[in-house]
T-cell receptor, first 109, second 114 residues
Framework: SQQGEEDPQALSIQEGENATMNCSYK?????LQWYRQNSGRGLVHLIL?????REKHSGRLRVTLDTSKKSSSLLITASRAADTASYFC?????????FGEGTQLTVNP | EPEVTQTPSHQVTQMGQEVILRCVPI?????FYWYRQILGQKVEFLVS????????KSEIFDDQFSVERPDGSNFTLKIRSTKLEDSAMYFC????????????FGDGTRLSIL
């Protein structure tokens, strides 16, 4: 299965605002995962949503999945400066992950 | 919470030298991976490892690269004769099972080839 590309490429918001980023994919999936990478650091797994789920929450994160549109969105509520990072929904082929450019989120204090 | 740990955090090596990057995956995980990220570029898959053998490798993972799980806890990436273009962050990851599981990444080793 494959997953997709992140949109927008860059997003700049004020602290306290919500941030929404999107992911589109082309073929059927078993699950879709979101990861975060702070500058110069490793990737942190944020959330995994299975193909039979439509929405999932984890703290300030909300992920939706629309399999009919082959898209997912990641919402970060009440953003903080520490949320500044790149966010990815990597393609999955077997167990290998293929990362795109991601969405670079900047949260301004 | 269990973590993937990588050592060293920064390795500086002369071109042509061998380098070994070390990783300790999460203890009950069965699948192991190496990825790399050249400065300013995307994270790229190198190799996956399961049941003591390579299960998949990318075109980057040529004969200069090898992986090993020498003692049931460590997972190593060896670059036999380093080139300038091997300079990158190298990330190790592990995964508990195959189906619907996330990969857990270490903080990486920054490899600088002089």
């Amino acid at each position: 299965s494959q997953q997709g590309e992140e949109d927008p490429q860059a997003l700049s918001i004020q602290e306290g605002e919500n941030a929404t980023m999107n992911c589109s994919y082309k073929t059927s999936i078993n699950n879709l995962q979101w990861y975060r990478q702070n500058s110069g650091r490793g990737l942190v797994h944020l959330i995994l949503i299975r193909s039979n789920e439509r929405e999932k929450h984890s703290g300030r994160l909300r992920v939706t999945l629309d399999t009919s549109k082959k898209s997912s969105s990641l919402l970060i509520t009440a953003s903080r400066a520490a949320d500044t990072a790149s966010y990815f929904c990597p393609k999955t082929s077997g167990s290998r992950l293929t990362f795109g450019e991601g969405t670079q989120l900047t949260v301004n204090p | 919470e269990p973590e993937v740990t990588q050592t060293p955090s920064h390795q500086v090596t002369q071109m042509g030298q061998e380098v070994i990057l070390r990783c300790v995956p999460i203890s009950n995980h069965l699948y192991f991976y190496w990825y790399r990220q050249i400065l300013g570029q995307k994270v790229e898959f190198l190799v996956s490892f399961y049941n003591n053998e390579i299960s998949e490798k990318s075109e980057i993972f040529d004969d200069q690269f090898s992986v090993e799980r020498p003692d049931g806890s460590n997972f190593t990436l060896k670059i036999r004769s380093t080139k300038l273009e091997d300079s990158a962050m190298y990330f190790c990851a592990s995964m508990r099972g195959y189906s619907n599981q996330p990969q857990h990444f270490g903080d990486g080793t920054r490899l600088s080839i002089l």
